[in-house]
């Protein structure tokens, strides 16, 4: 099993959609989780971190299930400016990240 | 505040030759870490410098190696060059012991091995 798995994609949606990722993972010991966003040839940047069942900030929300090593990120009234890879992320060791292969979303109008 | 630079921006090298890639961290930060992303896929760990040792390393071969210096710059090295190594090479830095939450990445290096 990898340490953590992604659909890759890719979703396609219209504007004001509403849109879930799904990531598992496979460390059980792992206590906190990234959601991280990738523009076309560009840095990963943080997006979201969830420890607890869960997190939202403005249309994003972040959820974690421990007991099945799942994490899922839901976008709200999806925005043309939302299309971009959205990778998740399990630290190791508190300092190594894995990351998952990353689902790919596009926004249309 | 300047952020984590990488240089070059893009490469081109022939299979069989030598590359160094090159990372100035965050202002503050004091370890830095190299990810390489080939095409398609996520970023995947190749090892962590701090206090100017190799502190973790992932599952890639001795081709690869680093370097950290004394103001806390890194240089990552890839040795005898393959079609395979092509990918964008990211750097991060962060604060030792603070945990994930700093992670700053670069922009990346983007090399292509012909």
């Known amino acids: 099993r990898k340490e953590v798995e992604q659909d890759p994609g890719p979703f396609n949606v219209p504007e004001g959609a509403t849109v879930a990722f799904n990531c598992t993972y496979s460390?059980?010991?792992?206590?906190?989780f990234f959601w991280y966003r990738q523009d076309c040839r560009k840095e990963p940047k943080l997006l979201m971190s969830?420890?607890?069942s869960g997190n939202e900030d403005g249309r994003f929300t972040a959820q974690l299930n421990r007991a099945s090593q799942y994490i899922s990120l839901l976008i709200r009234d999806s925005k043309l400016s939302d299309s971009a890879t959205y990778l998740c992320?399990?630290?190791?060791?508190?300092?190594?990240?894995?990351f998952g292969t990353g689902t790919r979303l596009q926004v249309f109008p | 505040d300047a952020g984590v630079t990488q240089s070059p921006t893009h490469l081109i090298k022939t299979r069989g030759q030598q590359v160094t890639l090159r990372c100035s961290p965050k202002?503050?930060?004091?370890?830095v870490s190299w990810y390489q992303q080939a095409l398609g896929q996520g970023p995947q760990f190749i090892f962590q410098?701090?206090?100017?040792?190799?502190?973790q390393r992932g599952n890639f071969p001795d081709r690869f190696s680093g370097h950290q210096f004394p103001n806390y710059s890194s240089e990552l090295n890839v040795n005898a060059l393959l079609l395979g190594d092509s990918a964008l090479y990211l750097c991060?830095?962060?604060?030792?012991?603070?945990?994930?939450?700093?992670?700053?990445f670069g922009s990346g290096t983007r090399l292509t091995v012909v």
């Open positions: 991060a830095s962060s604060v030792a012991f603070d945990g994930p939450w700093g992670y700053t």
């Open positions: 460390n059980s010991a792992s206590q906190s």
């Open positions: 969830v420890y607890s």
């Open positions: 992320v399990v630290p190791y060791n508190t300092d190594k990240l894995i």
């Open positions: 202002s503050g930060h004091d370890t």
């Open positions: 410098y701090y206090e100017e040792e190799e502190r």
